[in-house]
């Protein structure tokens, strides 16, 4: 009977043994979950700090058309009178030309007439309602913006290539100076005055054109860094 008691007791500390193998395996199994789901929201983390940043980045490069920039555009080409025309329009939609009219404070025909500038350069759009009442037809005016950002791009390209052709005159060319600064001449005009100055008859002076040259760098390589982003 004694025997029998020492075996059960064995048996019962093997099975001890057992649990407490399990018992670690499953703390072993826990550990590594939660070291799992740790690395896991660490890069989601990092994945979303990464898309943050490169959204942050575009929004950096995409051009701001200001509107300075569309009331310079439109300045120059429907005239600097239309720009409180413009003013009115912006952000805005089917407008009658009578309200633009009374807004800016023009005759209706002189507003007809810059509407048609801008028109011509594709920067409005109409509609057409016939007044039932008078008969005649009333013009419904709205603002093209996306076509802003072309016109921009377009007016600076033709500033970039008027830039590059001076400089190619700047460095390949000769000039000469007046030392009064009544004017300055090139070779060629130089050549014909005898290199005396048209103006009070003083000698001419070769210039020195390097910071002249240097300016026309630098505005030149500034144009083209917004042009890329427009």
Not at 64 to 84: M, N, R
Request: charged share 45%; proline share 2%; glycine share 2%.
């Amino acid at each position: 009977m004694i025997k029998k008691k020492k075996k059960a007791k064995v048996k019962v500390k093997k099975k001890t043994k057992k649990t407490t193998k399990k018992k670690s395996v499953n703390k072993q199994t826990k550990q590594t979950k939660k070291q799992k789901k740790k690395q896991q929201k660490q890069t989601a983390k990092k994945t979303k700090k990464k898309t943050e940043t490169t959204k942050k980045r575009k929004k950096e490069k995409e051009p701001k058309i200001t509107s300075k920039l569309i009331e310079e555009a439109i300045a120059e080409v429907a005239g600097a009178d239309v720009v409180p025309l413009v003013k009115i329009l912006k952000n805005k939609s089917n407008i009658s030309e009578f309200k633009l009219a009374e807004g800016i404070k023009k005759e209706i025909n002189v507003t007809r007439n810059m509407l048609y500038r801008l028109y011509n350069h594709n920067l409005v759009s109409f509609t057409r309602k016939k007044d039932k009442k008078k008969g005649w037809y009333i013009y419904y005016w709205t603002f093209n913006q996306k076509r802003v950002k072309d016109l921009v791009k377009k007016l600076k390209k033709t500033k970039l290539e008027r830039l590059e052709e001076r400089l190619k005159r700047e460095k390949s060319g000769q000039f000469y100076i007046c030392p009064n600064n009544c004017m300055r001449l090139d070779f060629e005009q130089a050549h014909d005055f005898n290199f005396r100055c048209p103006e009070c008859g003083s000698l001419l002076e070769v210039e020195d054109n390097k910071e002249k040259i240097e300016k026309l760098e630098e505005e030149i390589k500034t144009l083209k860094k917004e042009i890329k982003n427009l």
